[in-house]
């Protein structure tokens, strides 16, 4: 089959709301002949990580509803790739959606897309699940309509092409007509990577998704302990590879470091997410993964001749809290280090920081960021 991506010239990319450039490394993974020609973030500490790791890349730090429609043109674009802040969309936030202030650069955006003499022929977007139900979305669509675009939109997570992460996302992927996908196009939203041609998968990890919702709340209860091996988007993950693969070697220094600490895990011990190094799941990552336990990450624990589940028995009986201590130290828990999720976020072993941003920042910036493997499949998708 012709592919767009076939043309001789590479691709022209702009890369909105950059980070630390999850969709550059997208790219770079799909290995569709790209450039990104400019990348746009406001961000100080992003920004830095972005520039460490591509230092000759056009990063213009700047909030981009200044930006005006001749430098839109000037950038001659195939394609824009935007992950526009989430939080208007999330679900457990507020849903400010369009009266979000944090809404009104993408809101610019799709102004400018209507403005431009040349839009680009391809979208890719990136938000989270909750997106598709806003009135952002519906803004989006209509410009898209109105612009001559056809669009394909989505709910994936890593764990559906064989990484042992939740982060179940939104992404839409567009096209100027007369340009078309090469797969069957869907109105409605869909949860797996389409077929392409004949019945080659467009993706060869998929099949975690085919036997999705196999858990039984029965199994649940059989595991007497925060340690749990069931992924929280209840998707059957024994396809995916194992956490061992993302672990690094640690100086005992830095073990230490990345410990929990007594407050969280004296508070916090009941709601940890917690897995192992054979698990095949782990939770989504957020930006306050480190300094928080609720909901923001999995926690690695990784004493094989510690028997967690007899530990955890004893902390529930327990009701003094230094003996409680004492018993979650025997199981050493920690995070899982920054690069560590870099790499669960299939970002490449280049993938580097700046030693000035501090443990903090990068797992803020990596929480903010996205999964590239998923993103370069889409993206090959998109320029089939
Ligand atoms: C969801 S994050 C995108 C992360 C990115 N895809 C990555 O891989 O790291 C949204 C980003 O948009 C940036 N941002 C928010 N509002 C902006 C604006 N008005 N102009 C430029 N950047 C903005 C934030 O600083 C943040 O880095």
Known sequence: MQSESDQTDPLRVVEFYSGVGGMHYAVLESKVPATVVAALD????????????????NLLQRDITGIKLPEFQSWNADVFMMSPPCQPFTRVGLKGDTADPRTK????????????????????????????????????????????YCYQ????????????????????LAKRKPLTFAFEHQTDIMKEMPLIGSATPANQNTSSSEVVNQNTSQNKQEIPCPYSIFDPEDRDTTNCREISEF???????????????????????????IVTPSSRRSCCFTKAYGHYV????????????????????????????SERLDL?????????????????????????????TTTKQRYRVLGNSLNAHVVAELFKLLVR
């Open 294 to 321: 609720e909901g923001t990450g999995s926690v690695l624990f990784s004493q094989t001749d510690v028997d967690a589940k007899d530990v955890f028995t004893k902390v529930s009986k327990s009701e003094d809290q």
């Open 42 to 57: 406001i961000n100080t500490t992003a920004n830095a990580v972005y520039r460490h790791n591509f230092p000759h890349v």
């Open 328 to 356: 979650l130290h025997q199981l050493k828990m920690r995070f899982f280090s920054p690069r560590e999720v870099a790499s669960l976020h299939c970002l490449p072993p280049e993938f580097t920081f700046p030693q000035a």
């Open 247 to 273: 672990l690094e070697p640690h100086s005992k220094e830095e073990e230490e470091g990345l410990l929990l600490q007594d407050k969280l895990l004296d508070r916090y011990w009941k709601v940890l997410d």
């Open 105 to 148: 650069s993408f809101l610019y955006i799709l102004d400018i897309l209507r403005r431009m003499a040349e839009p680009p022929n391809h979208i890719l977007l990136e938000n989270v699940k909750g997106f598709e139900t806003s009135e952002t979305r519906s803004n989006l669509v209509a410009t898209l309509d109105e612009c001559g």
């Open 153 to 172: 939109e989505f709910l994936l997570s890593p764990n559906q092409f064989g990484i042992p992460n939740s982060r179940l996302r939104y992404f839409l």
